[in-house]
């Protein structure tokens, strides 16, 4: 199998769209629609740990940004929850990420609660320059017949706008497993999922395409302490509108945000920040 190594970094994608003849040489090489995906994808894959974290102890973090602000007494069961990333004089990082603005997060139950619904919006809030936008509605489906629970996440009208303007238009359906680390509640090391579903998209050059997962994708939460994406293994397809069909790798257990694409017999290696 051929093969070729492409290091690409979401600020310096917008290099390589500069004449149509090149953007289709590029598209249908897999280097821009696969790498968008995987952007939008890491970065709600983010929000999810950022507000998994928000209903541990009451709110309280181990960081000392970001700042929580509840608003409970909601007589219809819907309390609020408010991530506030500011900090006086300092810039706020966490998991190795600048963060700027708030992540809002409204509620019927906790993460762990069965039938649960936390929807998660987002008020100018910006990661290393880069702004989210959307809503993510993550659903507790309580236990499954091998005794692990299971989430559904729609993530719905997602945009991922880069310091330059350019925008990653993205949605997602998954159902998520909860297969390892459920009752060490305070040690996140020892947390694995599992991810399947699709998801959709445009690139910033406005290619369509769409995602489906061929082999569940393996989180594991042991990659944040180092900074790293938390998606070790799996596989997808990503179908790009009027382009051949491509296969995302995702890895082999390493926490190095290394993906591989595999196209027409070539494989093409993307390191995605």
């Known amino acids: ?3 070729t190594t492409i290091y690409i970094s979401s600020i310096l994608l917008s290099i390589f769209i500069f004449s149509s003849c090149q953007e289709d040489t590029i598209i249908e090489s897999g280097t821009i629609s696969s790498t968008q995906h995987l952007i939008a994808e ?3 894959n983010d929000v ?3 507000v998994e974290d928000a209903f541990i102890d009451n709110g309280t973090s181990k960081f000392d940004c970001p700042e929580y602000i509840l608003k409970n007494a909601d007589s219809s069961d819907m309390d609020t929850m408010e991530i506030i990333f500011e900090r006086e004089n300092a810039d706020c990082v966490t998991y190795g990420k600048l963060r700027k603005g708030k992540i809002i997060v409204t509620y019927t139950g906790k993460y762990r609660d069965s039938l649960s619904v936390i929807t998660t919006t987002f008020d100018q809030y910006y990661v290393n320059n880069k702004w989210i936008q959307g809503t993510m509605v993550v659903t507790n489906n309580g236990v499954n017949e091998s005794g692990n629970m299971t989430f559904s996440i729609e993530v719905k009208n997602a945009k991922i706008i ?8 993205w949605e997602a359906m998954r159902n998520k497993e909860w297969i390892s680390g459920y009752n060490t509640f305070e040690n996140h090391d020892d947390d694995k999922y599992l991810i399947s579903g699709s998801a959709s998209g445009n690139s910033t050059s406005g290619q369509e395409f769409e995602v489906n997962i061929t082999k569940d994708l393996l989180v594991e939460l042991r990659c944040l302490d180092l900074n790293s994406c938390i998606i070790t293994s799996g596989e997808a397809e990503l179908i790009p509108n009027g382009f051949s069909t491509r296969i995302i790798n995702y890895g082999d257990s390493i926490c190095d945000c290394n993906y591989s694409v595999t196209l027409n017999g070539t494989e093409y290696f993307l390191v995605v920040d």
């Open 1 to 3: 199998m051929k093969k």
């Open 48 to 50: 999810v740990r950022i």
């Open 162 to 169: 880069e310091s330059g303007g350019k925008t990653i238009n």
């Open 42 to 44: 890491n970065a709600f």
